[in-house]
C-alpha cells in the first residue's frame, strides 16, 4: 500500500510540474506573439523610433548586448532598427497572410532564448522566418 501511495504522490508531482511547465510557455508564447504583433504594426507604419524598445541591442558595447534594447535617439542605432524592420515589412507586403507555427524555447549559452515560426502565404508559396527573443526586466526583446 506505501508503494501505491508514493506512486500515486509520485504521478501528481509530475502532472503538477509539467502544467506549470505549460503554463509558463504558454504565458512566455502569448507575450512574444503579442511583441511581434507590435513590430508588424511598427514595421507597417513605418514607427522605428517606437519599434526600438522591442529590438535587442547589437553593437559595440557588450555590456549592453543580450540586456537592452536600441537607444531610438542614437542614429547609427535607430538604422539598424530600420534595417529589420524594413526586411519584416517586405515579407508582410509580399503576403497575403501570414500564421504563427511552432514556438519553443532554447538555452544556448545559459540563457533562454523564445523563437517563434511564422509562415508567410503569397500566392502559392509560403515562406518561413523564425523570430528569436530574450526576455529582460522590460518584456520580450527581438534577437532575430
Do not use: C, W
Not at 510557455?25 to 519599434?51: D, G
Not at 535587442?56 to 547609427?76: L, M, V
Not at 507586403?93 to 540563457?111: A, C, L, V, W, Y
Amino acid at each position: 500500500m506505501k508503494i501505491f501511495m508514493k506512486s500515486v504522490f509520485l504521478v501528481l508531482i509530475v502532472v503538477i510540474s509539467g502544467s506549470n511547465i505549460l503554463f509558463a510557455q504558454t504565458e512566455s508564447e502569448n507575450a512574444v506573439k503579442s511583441t511581434l504583433n507590435k513590430l508588424f504594426e511598427f514595421s507597417k507604419s513605418k514607427s522605428y523610433e517606437k519599434a526600438a524598445a522591442y529590438i535587442a541591442y547589437e553593437g559595440e558595447d557588450k555590456n549592453r548586448i543580450g540586456k537592452e534594447s536600441f537607444n531610438a535617439a542614437n542614429k547609427d542605432e535607430l538604422n539598424l532598427v530600420k534595417r529589420k524592420l524594413k526586411k519584416i515589412s517586405a515579407l508582410l507586403e509580399i503576403s497575403s497572410n501570414h500564421e504563427f507555427r511552432k514556438f519553443s524555447t532554447s538555452q544556448p549559452d545559459g540563457k533562454d532564448i523564445f523563437s517563434i515560426e511564422i509562415e508567410y502565404f503569397s500566392n502559392d508559396q509560403k515562406i518561413i522566418e523564425t523570430y528569436s527573443f530574450i526576455k529582460n526586466e522590460k518584456g520580450f526583446l527581438l534577437i532575430k
